[in-house]
């Protein structure tokens, strides 16, 4: 009698009941499996974000790529530098083609009177640098749209 009454003492204060320490189970594996599903849900979605920026940066690569092919198609910046100086300044006419040194001469000292600055790598150097902020504001806004924020939970 002492016995049973102990080991009933036992289960019900100490370990409690089957039934409760079954339910009590029960419970801690529900919320293990909840947990697991929020860190898996969690994980899920870094891999996303990532794979996200991974196709940004692809897509960059191939723009940058396709605009390099395009600047050596056009023949880099010697033919681009040559096409805005012919813009710039008026060609000089071949039909006054040089006959004696006394043209010559007269043609150096009147070129020398109109020296006018050139304004060719201003030009260029503007344009470079309003394309890399061009490209800049563009790749920025891209990054601003693709940007999930990170929210613990």
Known sequence: MIA??????????????????????AARKARRLKRRRIRNAERQRRRDIKATKMEGRQKRRTFLSKLGAVYRDLGGAGSIGKSIDTMLNN?????????????????????????????TPWIIGGSV??????????IYSQNQKNYLGVIKQ
């Open 91 to 119: 060609p000089i006419d071949k039909k006054s083609s040089v006959q004696n040194q006394e043209d010559f001469t007269v043609a150096l000292e009147s070129s020398k009177k109109n020296n006018k600055p050139s304004y």
């Open 129 to 138: 640098v309003l394309g890399v902020v061009v490209i800049g504001a563009v």
């Open 4 to 25: 049973g009454e102990t080991e009933y003492l036992l289960e019900d204060d100490f370990f409690r009941s089957k039934a409760q320490r079954e339910k009590r189970r």
